[in-house]
C-alpha cells in the first residue's frame, strides 16, 4: 500500500522473489517476464497477497481498478479491471490493498470502496458499508471467509464547505459474515491515519498500524486500543510482526505523508522501545522472516535489510530500476511492488 501524498511517476514494475535457501548471504539471476498482458502491463500495482497456504496462487491490486491474477507463482498473470464507481468520485477505484483466504475468496479495498470475489479474482461485486465515506477507506485483512478487517481515516481534513480543518477519528470496519454487514469502531488518537490491520484470531490477538502508533486488539477486532507510539506521527503504511518484534515503515514527515524522508522502526521487545533508522526516503513496506531480521523498501530504489533487530542496516536494492518499491511478503514467493511495467523473477540462493 501506499500514500497518495507523494508525485505519481509514469513508469510501474513488480519483482518476484522465491527463496531457495537460508539467511544472511545472497546471490541472484535476474530474468524479465514480459507477458503482462495490455493494458496491465501499463499498471500503477500498490499492494500484493500470495496466498500462504498455496504460494502459486497471487494476486496484484493497484490504479484504476487494476487487479492482476497468478495461479503458477508468477510465471504467468491475467488481468481484470474493477469497474464499481464511487458515487463521489468519477475515478475507476483506486485499490490499496489485497488479502485472499481461499484460491477463491478474497478481497480488496482503497480510496473507492471495499470489493470481494468468490471466483478466483475474475469477477467482484461491491461489499462497501451503506452511507459511509468511501475516500476514508485504506487497508483490509481477512482471517477467514467470514471474518475480516477494513481500516481508514484519521488524518485531519478540509472541509471545502465551511473551508476550516477538520479532525477525523480511526475506523475499525469488521465483518463476520463475508461483507454482507458491517460494524464500526471508532478511535480517538489525534492525527494518525489508520492504514492497516491484522488479527490472529476471531475473539483474539490482533494489532494494526497508524501514523506513529500501533494498535491493539483483545476481542478479534471488535474493540480497539493505543498499544505502542512507534514515533512522530509520520504516515507509517504497514505493520509486521512476529512474536515480540514488530518492524514499521513510515514516509515524510506528516500524518498523510506529506513531507520528505522516511524511516524503518523496529521494535523487539513487545512495543516498550523503538530503534529508528532513518533512510531518507519515504518507505512503504517490510517484511519480518524472524525476530530480528527484516526488510523495508519505499522510493529511490531503497530495499533495507537487518539481521540485527534493527540496530544496523544494508541497502540491498540489486539492479533495481525502478523508483519506488513497495512489498508484501509471504513464505514464498516473495513480491515486491513498485514503479515500473517490468516484471522480474529473481531466483535467490541464500547461504550462511
Not at 501499463?42 to 504460494?55: E, H, I, K, R, T
Not at 464507481?85 to 473507492?112: C, N, W
Request: some cysteine.
Amino acid at each position: 500500500m501506499k500514500t497518495l501524498s507523494r508525485s505519481v511517476f509514469t513508469i510501474f514494475v513488480v519483482v518476484l522473489f522465491i527463496f531457495l535457501g537460508g539467511t544472511s548471504q545472497m546471490s541472484a539471476q535476474w530474468k524479465k517476464v514480459a507477458n503482462l498482458p495490455a493494458p496491465y502491463d501499463q499498471g500503477y500495482y500498490l499492494d500484493v497477497y500470495f496466498l500462504p497456504s498455496n504460494p502459486l496462487y497471487g494476486w496484484v491490486c493497484g490504479f484504476d481498478g487494476y487487479m492482476l491474477r497468478t495461479t503458477d507463482g508468477g510465471l504467468t498473470w491475467q488481468g481484470v479491471t474493477i469497474t464499481f464507481f464511487d458515487p463521489q468520485d468519477s475515478r475507476a477505484p483506486m485499490l490499496e490493498s489485497v488479502s485472499f483466504v481461499t484460491p477463491l475468496i478474497g478481497y480488496t479495498s482503497g480510496k473507492h470502496g471495499i470489493y470481494k470475489t468468490s471466483d478466483g479474482g475474475v469477477n467482484w461485486t461491491d461489499v462497501t458499508p451503506q452511507n459511509i465515506d468511501r475516500q476514508r477507506l485504506w487497508g483490509c485483512f481477512f482471517l477467514n471467509t467470514n471474518v475480516g478487517l477494513v481500516v481508514g481515516g484519521g488524518c485531519p481534513y478540509f472541509d471545502p464547505v465551511q473551508k476550516v480543518v477538520r479532525r477525523d477519528n480511526q475506523s475499525f470496519y469488521r465483518t463476520t459474515n463475508g461483507g454482507n454487514t458491517w460494524a464500526e469502531f471508532r478511535g480517538g488518537y489525534d492525527n494518525s491515519g489508520m492504514t492497516d490491520a491484522m488479527i490472529y484470531s476471531e475473539n483474539g490477538l490482533g494489532y494494526a498500524s497508524s501514523s506513529g502508533m500501533i494498535w491493539n486488539t483483545l476481542d478479534g477486532g471488535k474493540t480497539w486500543k493505543e498499544f505502542s507510539p512507534t514515533g512522530t506521527n509520520d504516515w507509517q503504511e504497514e505493520i509486521t510482526n512476529i512474536g515480540s518484534s514488530f518492524l514499521v515503515p513510515t514516509a515524510g514527515t506528516s500524518c498523510d505523508g506529506g513531507g520528505t524522508g522516511g524511516s524503518l522502526r523496529f521494535s523487539t521487545d513487545n512495543g516498550l522501545s523503538w530503534k529508528r533508522y532513518s533512510t531518507g526516503e519515504s518507505m512503504y513496506g517490510t517484511f519480518l522472516s524472524n525476530l530480528m531480521t527484516g526488510w523495508g523498501v519505499g522510493s529511490n530504489r531503497a530495499v533495507y535489510y537487518t539481521n540485527d533487530g534493527g540496530v544496523s542496516w544494508v541497502n540491498r536494492n540489486c539492479v533495481l530500476k525502478q523508483k519506488t518499491v513497495s512489498m508484501i511478503f509471504t513464505s514464498s514467493p516473495i513480491l515486491l511492488v513498485g514503479l515500473s511495467v517490468m516484471v522480474y523473477i529473481v531466483r535467490i540462493t541464500l547461504s550462511h
